[in-house]
Protein backbone atom coordinates (compact mmCIF):
# COMPACT_ATOMS: atom_id res chain seq x y z
CA UNK A 1 0.00 0.00 0.00
CA UNK A 2 1.14 3.27 -1.12
CA UNK A 3 1.25 6.16 1.76
CA UNK A 4 0.71 9.55 1.74
CA UNK A 5 0.84 12.02 4.04
CA UNK A 6 -2.70 12.45 4.48
CA UNK A 7 -3.44 8.63 4.71
CA UNK A 8 -5.36 7.87 7.95
CA UNK A 9 -4.33 3.96 8.04
CA UNK A 10 -7.29 3.20 10.13
CA UNK A 11 -9.86 4.39 7.50
CA UNK A 12 -7.62 2.94 4.65
CA UNK A 13 -8.24 -0.84 7.10
CA UNK A 14 -11.79 0.27 7.61
CA UNK A 15 -12.31 0.52 3.82
CA UNK A 16 -10.69 -3.36 3.02
CA UNK A 17 -12.89 -4.50 5.92
CA UNK A 18 -15.86 -3.00 3.41
CA UNK A 19 -14.59 -4.88 0.44
CA UNK A 20 -13.53 -8.25 2.14
CA UNK A 21 -15.71 -8.47 5.45
CA UNK A 22 -18.93 -10.48 5.70
CA UNK A 23 -21.21 -7.77 5.98
CA UNK A 24 -20.37 -4.69 3.76
CA UNK A 25 -23.68 -2.96 3.95
CA UNK A 26 -23.49 -2.83 8.20
CA UNK A 27 -19.69 -1.87 7.90
CA UNK A 28 -20.43 0.85 4.87
CA UNK A 29 -22.72 3.05 7.53
CA UNK A 30 -19.46 3.62 9.82
CA UNK A 31 -16.89 4.19 6.85
CA UNK A 32 -14.87 7.15 8.33
CA UNK A 33 -13.71 9.53 5.54
CA UNK A 34 -10.60 9.42 3.84
CA UNK A 35 -8.46 12.33 2.08
CA UNK A 36 -5.82 10.03 -0.12
CA UNK A 37 -6.43 7.49 -2.94
CA UNK A 38 -5.63 4.13 -2.41
CA UNK A 39 -3.38 2.41 -4.61
CA UNK A 40 -6.05 0.63 -7.58
CA UNK A 41 -4.22 -2.21 -8.01
CA UNK A 42 -4.52 -3.46 -4.00
CA UNK A 43 -8.79 -2.35 -4.82
CA UNK A 44 -8.92 -4.26 -7.89
CA UNK A 45 -6.74 -7.02 -5.50
CA UNK A 46 -9.11 -7.02 -2.58
CA UNK A 47 -12.02 -7.11 -4.64
CA UNK A 48 -11.60 -10.33 -6.32
CA UNK A 49 -11.09 -12.39 -3.39
CA UNK A 50 -14.23 -13.81 -1.68
CA UNK A 51 -15.67 -12.11 1.22
CA UNK A 52 -14.12 -14.68 3.55
CA UNK A 53 -10.72 -13.56 2.71
CA UNK A 54 -9.20 -10.37 5.05
CA UNK A 55 -7.05 -7.89 4.12
CA UNK A 56 -3.91 -10.39 5.81
CA UNK A 57 -4.60 -12.62 2.60
CA UNK A 58 -6.31 -10.31 -0.06
CA UNK A 59 -4.05 -11.54 -3.15
CA UNK A 60 -4.66 -15.57 -1.84
CA UNK A 61 -6.21 -17.93 -3.83
CA UNK A 62 -8.33 -20.57 -1.93
CA UNK A 63 -9.87 -23.82 -3.05
CA UNK A 64 -11.75 -24.21 -5.04
CA UNK A 65 -11.17 -20.85 -6.87
CA UNK A 66 -8.77 -22.01 -8.80
CA UNK A 67 -7.34 -25.52 -7.99
CA UNK A 68 -10.55 -26.79 -9.50
CA UNK A 69 -11.52 -26.85 -12.71
CA UNK A 70 -14.10 -24.21 -13.65
CA UNK A 71 -16.86 -26.62 -13.56
CA UNK A 72 -16.54 -27.12 -10.14
CA UNK A 73 -16.60 -23.65 -9.27
CA UNK A 74 -14.16 -21.40 -9.94
CA UNK A 75 -15.08 -18.46 -12.32
CA UNK A 76 -12.81 -17.07 -14.85
CA UNK A 77 -12.28 -13.02 -14.33
CA UNK A 78 -10.22 -13.33 -17.12
CA UNK A 79 -13.31 -12.87 -19.49
CA UNK A 80 -14.92 -10.14 -17.74
CA UNK A 81 -15.23 -7.45 -20.10
CA UNK A 82 -15.67 -4.44 -17.00
CA UNK A 83 -19.29 -4.49 -18.00
CA UNK A 84 -20.83 -4.87 -14.37
CA UNK A 85 -24.54 -6.36 -16.20
CA UNK A 86 -23.02 -9.49 -17.53
CA UNK A 87 -20.96 -9.93 -14.79
CA UNK A 88 -22.65 -13.68 -13.57
CA UNK A 89 -23.17 -13.63 -9.87
CA UNK A 90 -19.99 -14.12 -8.03
CA UNK A 91 -19.08 -17.51 -6.20
CA UNK A 92 -18.54 -17.06 -3.10
CA UNK A 93 -15.59 -18.30 -1.84
CA UNK A 94 -14.89 -20.17 0.97
CA UNK A 95 -12.41 -21.85 2.78
CA UNK A 96 -12.53 -25.98 2.18
CA UNK A 97 -11.45 -28.39 3.46
CA UNK A 98 -11.12 -31.76 1.82
CA UNK A 99 -10.94 -33.43 5.40
CA UNK A 100 -13.57 -34.43 7.40
CA UNK A 101 -14.23 -32.58 10.39
CA UNK A 102 -12.09 -33.47 13.20
CA UNK A 103 -14.76 -34.75 15.49
CA UNK A 104 -15.64 -37.02 12.69
CA UNK A 105 -12.04 -38.18 12.01
CA UNK A 106 -11.00 -39.34 15.60
CA UNK A 107 -14.63 -40.98 16.73
CA UNK A 108 -13.84 -44.66 15.96
CA UNK A 109 -16.72 -46.21 14.40
CA UNK A 110 -16.64 -50.07 14.75
CA UNK A 111 -14.30 -52.15 17.13
CA UNK A 112 -11.54 -52.53 14.66
CA UNK A 113 -11.31 -49.01 13.37
CA UNK A 114 -10.28 -46.30 15.45
CA UNK A 115 -7.13 -47.45 16.09
CA UNK A 116 -4.43 -44.93 15.41
CA UNK A 117 -3.17 -46.32 12.33
CA UNK A 118 -6.72 -46.98 10.75
CA UNK A 119 -9.17 -45.05 9.26
CA UNK A 120 -12.95 -45.42 8.96
CA UNK A 121 -14.03 -46.85 5.24
CA UNK A 122 -13.99 -44.27 3.06
CA UNK A 123 -12.02 -41.41 4.35
CA UNK A 124 -8.80 -40.09 3.78
CA UNK A 125 -6.22 -40.84 5.85
CA UNK A 126 -6.05 -37.49 7.06
CA UNK A 127 -4.26 -37.72 10.65
CA UNK A 128 -4.24 -34.57 12.96
CA UNK A 129 -0.93 -33.41 12.81
CA UNK A 130 -0.19 -33.96 16.13
CA UNK A 131 -0.85 -37.58 15.40
CA UNK A 132 -2.82 -37.66 18.98
CA UNK A 133 -3.88 -41.41 19.48
CA UNK A 134 -7.92 -41.53 19.38
CA UNK A 135 -10.29 -41.11 21.92
CA UNK A 136 -9.58 -44.11 23.88
CA UNK A 137 -11.88 -46.37 25.54
CA UNK A 138 -13.88 -46.41 28.79
CA UNK A 139 -12.16 -49.16 30.62
CA UNK A 140 -14.38 -52.29 31.36
CA UNK A 141 -11.69 -54.96 32.34
CA UNK A 142 -11.60 -54.80 36.27
CA UNK A 143 -8.44 -56.37 36.16
CA UNK A 144 -5.71 -53.95 37.71
CA UNK A 145 -5.95 -51.10 39.61
CA UNK A 146 -4.47 -48.17 37.44
CA UNK A 147 -3.26 -46.31 40.32
CA UNK A 148 0.44 -47.02 41.14
CA UNK A 149 2.31 -46.67 44.68
CA UNK A 150 2.82 -43.03 44.64
CA UNK A 151 -0.66 -42.97 44.39
CA UNK A 152 -1.17 -41.11 40.72
CA UNK A 153 -4.24 -42.39 38.79
CA UNK A 154 -2.88 -42.96 35.28
CA UNK A 155 -5.56 -44.27 33.92
CA UNK A 156 -7.57 -40.61 34.30
CA UNK A 157 -3.82 -38.59 33.12
CA UNK A 158 -3.58 -40.55 29.77
CA UNK A 159 -7.30 -41.30 29.13
CA UNK A 160 -10.20 -40.27 28.83
CA UNK A 161 -14.00 -41.31 28.56
CA UNK A 162 -15.93 -42.77 25.36
CA UNK A 163 -18.77 -44.48 24.33
CA UNK A 164 -18.13 -48.29 23.51
CA UNK A 165 -17.56 -48.69 19.99
CA UNK A 166 -20.83 -49.86 17.90
CA UNK A 167 -20.64 -53.02 16.63
CA UNK A 168 -20.50 -53.33 12.81
CA UNK A 169 -23.42 -55.07 11.84
CA UNK A 170 -22.64 -55.31 7.88
CA UNK A 171 -21.52 -59.32 7.39
CA UNK A 172 -17.45 -59.61 6.42
CA UNK A 173 -16.37 -59.54 3.33
CA UNK A 174 -12.74 -60.69 1.94
CA UNK A 175 -11.81 -60.74 -1.36
CA UNK A 176 -8.06 -61.91 -1.64
CA UNK A 177 -6.53 -59.68 -4.40
CA UNK A 178 -3.01 -60.97 -5.08
CA UNK A 179 -1.18 -64.36 -4.37
CA UNK A 180 2.47 -65.34 -4.97
CA UNK A 181 5.06 -68.01 -3.99
CA UNK A 182 7.61 -67.03 -1.19
CA UNK A 183 10.66 -69.52 -0.50
CA UNK A 184 11.11 -69.92 3.23
CA UNK A 185 13.82 -71.88 5.37
CA UNK A 186 11.04 -73.92 6.29
CA UNK A 187 10.06 -74.98 2.17
CA UNK A 188 7.14 -72.76 -0.32
CA UNK A 189 4.60 -70.63 1.07
CA UNK A 190 2.06 -68.85 -0.82
CA UNK A 191 1.35 -65.50 0.66
CA UNK A 192 -2.50 -64.77 -0.34
CA UNK A 193 -3.62 -60.13 0.47
CA UNK A 194 -7.11 -59.71 1.80
CA UNK A 195 -8.74 -56.66 1.28
CA UNK A 196 -11.98 -56.31 3.45
CA UNK A 197 -15.00 -54.27 3.82
CA UNK A 198 -14.19 -53.90 7.46
CA UNK A 199 -11.02 -51.84 7.37
CA UNK A 200 -8.29 -50.87 5.23
CA UNK A 201 -5.55 -52.73 6.16
CA UNK A 202 -4.04 -55.68 3.90
CA UNK A 203 -4.56 -58.96 6.16
CA UNK A 204 -2.53 -61.90 4.69
CA UNK A 205 -3.06 -65.44 4.82
CA UNK A 206 0.45 -67.78 4.53
CA UNK A 207 -0.74 -70.57 2.80
CA UNK A 208 1.54 -73.92 3.16
CA UNK A 209 0.18 -76.26 0.77
CA UNK A 210 3.69 -77.17 -1.02
CA UNK A 211 1.43 -80.90 -2.73
CA UNK A 212 0.20 -77.98 -5.34
CA UNK A 213 3.16 -77.32 -6.71
CA UNK A 214 4.21 -80.47 -7.54
CA UNK A 215 2.91 -83.09 -10.34
CA UNK A 216 2.11 -85.83 -7.69
CA UNK A 217 -1.52 -86.84 -7.02
CA UNK A 218 -3.07 -85.04 -4.18
CA UNK A 219 -3.73 -86.31 -0.54
CA UNK A 220 -6.34 -83.20 -0.58
CA UNK A 221 -8.24 -80.91 -2.39
CA UNK A 222 -5.57 -77.68 -2.43
CA UNK A 223 -6.20 -74.84 0.06
CA UNK A 224 -6.96 -72.16 -2.55
CA UNK A 225 -9.02 -69.20 -2.51
CA UNK A 226 -12.36 -68.82 -4.32
CA UNK A 227 -12.31 -64.86 -4.90
CA UNK A 228 -8.66 -64.98 -6.03
CA UNK A 229 -9.45 -68.00 -8.43
CA UNK A 230 -13.26 -66.22 -9.34
CA UNK A 231 -12.89 -64.50 -12.53
CA UNK A 232 -13.63 -60.68 -11.68
CA UNK A 233 -14.77 -58.98 -15.30
CA UNK A 234 -16.17 -60.84 -18.48
CA UNK A 235 -12.83 -58.68 -20.04
CA UNK A 236 -9.62 -60.27 -17.96
CA UNK A 237 -7.20 -61.75 -19.80
CA UNK A 238 -5.41 -64.44 -18.54
CA UNK A 239 -2.15 -62.62 -18.77
CA UNK A 240 -4.54 -60.64 -15.73
CA UNK A 241 -5.35 -63.40 -13.61
CA UNK A 242 -2.09 -64.83 -13.92
CA UNK A 243 -0.26 -61.84 -12.58
CA UNK A 244 -3.16 -61.56 -9.44
CA UNK A 245 -1.66 -65.47 -8.74
CA UNK A 246 -4.81 -66.87 -10.24
CA UNK A 247 -2.89 -70.02 -11.75
CA UNK A 248 -2.26 -73.45 -10.77
CA UNK A 249 1.23 -75.64 -9.72
CA UNK A 250 4.05 -73.14 -9.94
CA UNK A 251 5.19 -70.70 -12.79
CA UNK A 252 8.02 -70.35 -14.69
CA UNK A 253 8.94 -68.65 -18.20
CA UNK A 254 7.76 -71.44 -19.93
CA UNK A 255 4.71 -72.62 -17.86
CA UNK A 256 1.57 -70.43 -16.54
CA UNK A 257 -1.48 -72.66 -16.21
CA UNK A 258 -4.43 -69.94 -14.81
CA UNK A 259 -6.93 -71.41 -12.74
CA UNK A 260 -10.41 -71.08 -13.09
CA UNK A 261 -13.21 -70.76 -10.16
CA UNK A 262 -14.03 -74.49 -9.96
CA UNK A 263 -11.21 -76.88 -10.71
CA UNK A 264 -9.24 -76.97 -7.74
CA UNK A 265 -11.50 -76.99 -4.95
CA UNK A 266 -13.86 -79.43 -5.59
CA UNK A 267 -15.08 -82.15 -4.00
CA UNK A 268 -14.17 -84.23 -6.75
CA UNK A 269 -10.62 -84.58 -5.30
CA UNK A 270 -11.22 -86.83 -2.12
CA UNK A 271 -9.29 -86.76 1.09
CA UNK A 272 -6.82 -89.79 1.65
CA UNK A 273 -7.70 -91.52 4.61
CA UNK A 274 -6.07 -90.65 7.91
CA UNK A 275 -4.79 -87.08 6.35
CA UNK A 276 -5.11 -84.82 9.18
CA UNK A 277 -7.18 -81.53 9.32
CA UNK A 278 -5.47 -78.56 7.90
CA UNK A 279 -2.92 -77.10 10.34
CA UNK A 280 -3.57 -73.51 11.10
CA UNK A 281 -2.69 -70.16 13.14
CA UNK A 282 -4.40 -66.33 13.88
CA UNK A 283 -1.18 -64.22 13.92
CA UNK A 284 -1.28 -60.75 15.02
CA UNK A 285 0.95 -58.34 13.57
CA UNK A 286 4.03 -57.59 15.93
CA UNK A 287 6.52 -54.82 14.45
CA UNK A 288 8.76 -55.15 16.82
CA UNK A 289 8.43 -59.08 17.50
CA UNK A 290 8.84 -59.39 13.92
CA UNK A 291 10.79 -56.85 12.40
CA UNK A 292 12.92 -55.42 14.68
CA UNK A 293 13.66 -58.66 17.01
CA UNK A 294 12.07 -57.49 19.82
CA UNK A 295 12.87 -59.96 22.71
CA UNK A 296 10.41 -58.24 24.88
CA UNK A 297 7.52 -60.86 23.08
CA UNK A 298 7.66 -64.32 21.61
CA UNK A 299 6.06 -63.11 18.11
CA UNK A 300 8.01 -63.52 15.97
CA UNK A 301 9.62 -66.83 17.45
CA UNK A 302 5.47 -67.57 16.74
CA UNK A 303 5.14 -66.72 13.36
CA UNK A 304 8.78 -69.01 12.63
CA UNK A 305 7.74 -71.81 14.68
CA UNK A 306 4.07 -71.75 12.98
CA UNK A 307 5.68 -72.10 9.70
CA UNK A 308 8.11 -74.80 10.93
CA UNK A 309 5.56 -76.81 12.15
CA UNK A 310 2.92 -76.60 9.25
CA UNK A 311 5.38 -77.27 6.82
CA UNK A 312 6.44 -80.62 8.55
CA UNK A 313 5.61 -83.58 6.52
CA UNK A 314 2.61 -85.24 7.73
CA UNK A 315 3.03 -88.96 8.49
CA UNK A 316 -0.21 -91.13 7.13
CA UNK A 317 -0.14 -94.55 8.98
CA UNK A 318 -0.54 -98.15 6.86
CA UNK A 319 -4.13 -98.88 5.58
CA UNK A 320 -5.24 -102.36 4.24
CA UNK A 321 -4.38 -100.62 0.70
CA UNK A 322 -1.13 -98.53 1.39
CA UNK A 323 2.02 -98.86 3.13
CA UNK A 324 2.40 -95.90 5.06
CA UNK A 325 3.40 -92.89 4.08
CA UNK A 326 4.11 -89.16 4.56
CA UNK A 327 2.45 -86.48 2.56
CA UNK A 328 3.60 -82.40 2.53
CA UNK A 329 2.41 -80.76 5.31
CA UNK A 330 -0.78 -78.47 5.10
CA UNK A 331 -2.39 -75.62 6.28
CA UNK A 332 -1.93 -72.00 7.01
CA UNK A 333 -1.45 -68.99 9.04
CA UNK A 334 -3.66 -65.91 8.79
CA UNK A 335 -1.74 -62.79 9.55
CA UNK A 336 -4.10 -59.89 10.76
CA UNK A 337 -2.56 -56.66 10.84
CA UNK A 338 -3.77 -56.02 14.51
CA UNK A 339 -0.51 -55.05 15.95
CA UNK A 340 -0.54 -55.03 20.16
CA UNK A 341 -3.06 -56.90 20.28
CA UNK A 342 -5.56 -54.60 18.39
CA UNK A 343 -4.03 -51.13 20.17
CA UNK A 344 -1.63 -50.20 17.14
CA UNK A 345 1.49 -49.55 16.97
CA UNK A 346 1.63 -46.14 18.82
CA UNK A 347 -0.04 -47.15 21.87
CA UNK A 348 2.08 -50.40 21.96
CA UNK A 349 5.59 -48.03 22.16
CA UNK A 350 3.45 -46.16 24.76
CA UNK A 351 2.61 -49.21 26.88
CA UNK A 352 6.25 -50.69 26.63
CA UNK A 353 7.31 -47.18 28.19
CA UNK A 354 4.99 -48.00 31.35
CA UNK A 355 6.18 -51.63 31.07
CA UNK A 356 10.06 -50.32 32.22
CA UNK A 357 8.36 -48.88 34.87
CA UNK A 358 7.62 -51.69 36.02
CA UNK A 359 4.11 -52.84 35.00
CA UNK A 360 2.88 -55.96 33.18
CA UNK A 361 1.85 -55.72 29.60
CA UNK A 362 -2.27 -55.89 30.71
CA UNK A 363 -1.69 -53.48 33.30
CA UNK A 364 0.06 -51.42 30.64
CA UNK A 365 -2.74 -51.21 28.13
CA UNK A 366 -5.43 -50.80 30.59
CA UNK A 367 -3.43 -47.59 31.91
CA UNK A 368 -3.75 -46.27 28.34
CA UNK A 369 -7.11 -46.63 28.70
CA UNK A 370 -7.23 -49.58 26.26
CA UNK A 371 -8.25 -53.05 26.92
CA UNK A 372 -6.25 -55.93 27.53
CA UNK A 373 -6.88 -57.49 24.18
CA UNK A 374 -8.78 -55.10 21.44
CA UNK A 375 -8.82 -57.89 18.74
CA UNK A 376 -11.18 -58.81 16.67
CA UNK A 377 -11.19 -62.36 14.58
CA UNK A 378 -14.30 -61.47 12.03
CA UNK A 379 -12.03 -61.22 8.83
CA UNK A 380 -10.07 -64.09 10.02
CA UNK A 381 -13.09 -66.28 9.95
CA UNK A 382 -13.86 -64.75 6.88
CA UNK A 383 -10.44 -65.48 5.10
CA UNK A 384 -10.71 -69.06 6.35
CA UNK A 385 -14.01 -69.74 4.82
CA UNK A 386 -12.43 -67.85 1.84
CA UNK A 387 -9.67 -70.63 1.67
CA UNK A 388 -12.18 -73.43 2.13
CA UNK A 389 -10.41 -74.20 6.04
CA UNK A 390 -12.85 -75.17 8.62
CA UNK A 391 -15.99 -75.95 7.13
CA UNK A 392 -16.87 -79.75 6.35
CA UNK A 393 -16.47 -78.24 2.57
CA UNK A 394 -14.61 -81.46 0.63
CA UNK A 395 -14.97 -84.10 3.31
CA UNK A 396 -12.44 -82.37 5.58
CA UNK A 397 -13.07 -81.75 8.66
CA UNK A 398 -12.45 -78.50 10.52
CA UNK A 399 -9.37 -77.06 11.16
CA UNK A 400 -6.51 -77.68 14.04
CA UNK A 401 -5.41 -74.97 15.32
CA UNK A 402 -1.99 -73.92 16.69
CA UNK A 403 -2.71 -71.64 19.91
CA UNK A 404 -2.08 -71.12 23.65
CA UNK A 405 -4.55 -68.44 23.73
CA UNK A 406 -8.51 -69.68 24.45
CA UNK A 407 -10.16 -66.31 23.28
CA UNK A 408 -8.81 -67.50 19.74
CA UNK A 409 -10.42 -70.46 19.91
CA UNK A 410 -14.05 -69.48 21.06
CA UNK A 411 -13.15 -66.55 18.43
CA UNK A 412 -13.31 -68.92 15.65
CA UNK A 413 -16.17 -71.23 16.70
CA UNK A 414 -18.02 -67.98 17.05
CA UNK A 415 -17.15 -67.81 13.42
CA UNK A 416 -18.67 -71.16 12.52
CA UNK A 417 -15.10 -72.52 11.95
CA UNK A 418 -14.99 -75.79 13.17
CA UNK A 419 -12.21 -76.31 15.22
CA UNK A 420 -11.07 -79.89 15.59
CA UNK A 421 -8.20 -79.44 18.03
CA UNK A 422 -6.17 -77.19 19.98
CA UNK A 423 -2.66 -77.81 19.27
CA UNK A 424 -0.13 -75.90 22.38
CA UNK A 425 2.75 -73.06 21.19
CA UNK A 426 5.24 -74.02 24.00
CA UNK A 427 7.86 -70.90 23.78
CA UNK A 428 11.25 -72.25 22.39
CA UNK A 429 12.73 -70.81 25.59
CA UNK A 430 10.74 -72.86 28.04
CA UNK A 431 10.84 -76.00 25.98
CA UNK A 432 14.10 -77.40 28.12
CA UNK A 433 13.13 -76.32 31.13
CA UNK A 434 10.84 -78.46 33.68
CA UNK A 435 7.56 -77.65 34.90
CA UNK A 436 6.84 -75.63 37.84
CA UNK A 437 6.07 -77.89 40.47
CA UNK A 438 2.50 -76.08 40.90
CA UNK A 439 2.26 -76.47 37.44
CA UNK A 440 -1.39 -77.47 37.04
CA UNK A 441 -1.71 -79.86 34.21
CA UNK A 442 -3.57 -78.93 31.37
CA UNK A 443 -6.64 -81.29 30.27
CA UNK A 444 -6.36 -81.88 26.45
CA UNK A 445 -3.05 -80.55 26.16
CA UNK A 446 -0.80 -83.50 25.72
CA UNK A 447 2.69 -82.46 25.27
CA UNK A 448 3.08 -84.84 22.71
CA UNK A 449 3.10 -81.95 20.34
CA UNK A 450 6.54 -80.46 22.03
CA UNK A 451 9.57 -81.53 20.27
CA UNK A 452 10.87 -84.30 21.83
CA UNK A 453 14.28 -84.10 21.24
CA UNK A 454 17.10 -81.37 21.23
CA UNK A 455 18.60 -81.08 18.17
CA UNK A 456 15.01 -80.21 17.09
CA UNK A 457 14.89 -77.32 19.02
CA UNK A 458 18.00 -75.52 18.78
CA UNK A 459 18.54 -75.20 14.59
CA UNK A 460 21.20 -73.12 13.15
CA UNK A 461 20.08 -69.65 12.88
CA UNK A 462 19.08 -68.23 9.71
CA UNK A 463 19.70 -64.97 8.44
CA UNK A 464 16.14 -63.55 9.63
CA UNK A 465 13.87 -64.18 12.29
CA UNK A 466 12.23 -66.70 10.28
CA UNK A 467 14.57 -69.86 10.37
CA UNK A 468 16.13 -68.37 13.56
CA UNK A 469 17.01 -70.65 16.27
CA UNK A 470 16.16 -69.96 20.38
CA UNK A 471 16.11 -66.46 22.02
CA UNK A 472 16.12 -66.63 25.96
CA UNK A 473 15.86 -63.17 27.87
CA UNK A 474 14.38 -61.28 31.49
CA UNK A 475 11.38 -59.69 29.15
CA UNK A 476 10.40 -62.19 27.36
CA UNK A 477 9.98 -64.59 30.14
CA UNK A 478 7.99 -61.84 32.15
CA UNK A 479 5.83 -61.45 29.10
CA UNK A 480 5.24 -65.66 28.95
CA UNK A 481 4.59 -65.37 32.37
CA UNK A 482 2.32 -62.81 32.42
CA UNK A 483 0.08 -64.56 29.04
CA UNK A 484 -0.03 -67.74 31.37
CA UNK A 485 -0.97 -66.16 34.72
CA UNK A 486 -3.45 -62.98 33.83
CA UNK A 487 -4.77 -63.33 29.76
CA UNK A 488 -5.74 -67.14 30.46
CA UNK A 489 -3.30 -68.53 27.85
CA UNK A 490 -3.20 -72.53 28.02
CA UNK A 491 0.40 -73.41 29.38
CA UNK A 492 1.87 -75.17 31.83
CA UNK A 493 4.51 -72.40 34.13
CA UNK A 494 8.16 -73.44 34.00
CA UNK A 495 11.03 -73.55 36.03
CA UNK A 496 13.04 -69.67 36.44
CA UNK A 497 15.93 -71.85 35.54
CA UNK A 498 16.74 -74.57 33.12
CA UNK A 499 18.27 -77.02 35.45
CA UNK A 500 17.10 -80.33 34.32
CA UNK A 501 16.29 -80.62 30.63
CA UNK A 502 13.19 -82.41 30.06
CA UNK A 503 14.38 -83.86 27.14
N1 LIG B 1 -0.27 -54.14 23.79
C1 LIG B 1 0.72 -55.02 23.72
N2 LIG B 1 0.73 -55.89 22.70
C2 LIG B 1 1.72 -56.78 22.65
C3 LIG B 1 2.76 -56.82 23.59
N3 LIG B 1 3.61 -57.80 23.23
C4 LIG B 1 3.11 -58.37 22.12
N4 LIG B 1 1.97 -57.76 21.77
C5 LIG B 1 1.05 -58.04 20.67
O1 LIG B 1 0.40 -59.24 20.98
C6 LIG B 1 -0.05 -59.84 19.79
C7 LIG B 1 0.34 -61.32 19.84
O2 LIG B 1 -0.60 -61.98 19.15
P1 LIG B 1 -0.52 -63.47 18.59
O3 LIG B 1 0.77 -63.72 17.93
O4 LIG B 1 -1.73 -63.65 17.74
O5 LIG B 1 -0.54 -64.42 19.82
P2 LIG B 1 -1.30 -64.53 21.19
O6 LIG B 1 -2.58 -63.78 21.24
O7 LIG B 1 -0.28 -64.19 22.21
O8 LIG B 1 -1.74 -66.05 21.31
P3 LIG B 1 -1.05 -67.38 20.83
O9 LIG B 1 -1.86 -67.83 19.68
O10 LIG B 1 -1.11 -68.32 21.94
O11 LIG B 1 0.34 -67.05 20.44
C8 LIG B 1 0.59 -59.07 18.65
O12 LIG B 1 -0.36 -58.20 18.06
C9 LIG B 1 1.68 -58.27 19.33
O13 LIG B 1 1.95 -57.03 18.68
C10 LIG B 1 2.73 -55.87 24.65
O14 LIG B 1 3.55 -55.86 25.53
N5 LIG B 1 1.69 -54.99 24.66
Redesign the pocket.
Known amino acids: MRHHQSIDPDADAALLDILTGPTPQAAAKSFARRDAALDPLLIAAAAASGPHVTRNHYHHDFFPGVMLPKAEGSWDWTKWTGDSSSRPERKRFAYVSRQAPRRQRLQPSTAEEGKENDYPRGMDPLKPADNLPPVPKKRRSSLASPINSEGRNWSKALSSPDSPPKPDATPVEVKCMARTRIPTPHGPVFLHLYHSNRDAKEHLAIVIDPAQTSDDALAAPPIRSRSLDAVWSETETEAERIIRGAYIGRLSPTLQRPSNPSCHHSASIPVMTGVPSPLI?????????ETVGSM????GE??DEAIRQISQPIALPATSSRKSTAIPGRGAIIYLR??????GLL??IR??NL?DMGHD?VT??LMLGHKADE?GYEIAGAILRDLGLGSDHAGLEGVRV????PD?VEALQRENIRVVERVP?IPRSWQNRKPQADAKSLPGDPLSYIPRKQKEMSRASGATLIGGGTVYGEDLDK?LRT?VLRMG?MLPLWMESPETPLY
Do not use: P, V, W
Open positions: RIHSECFTGRCDCQLQEGRGISKAYQTANRLTNNKMYKH
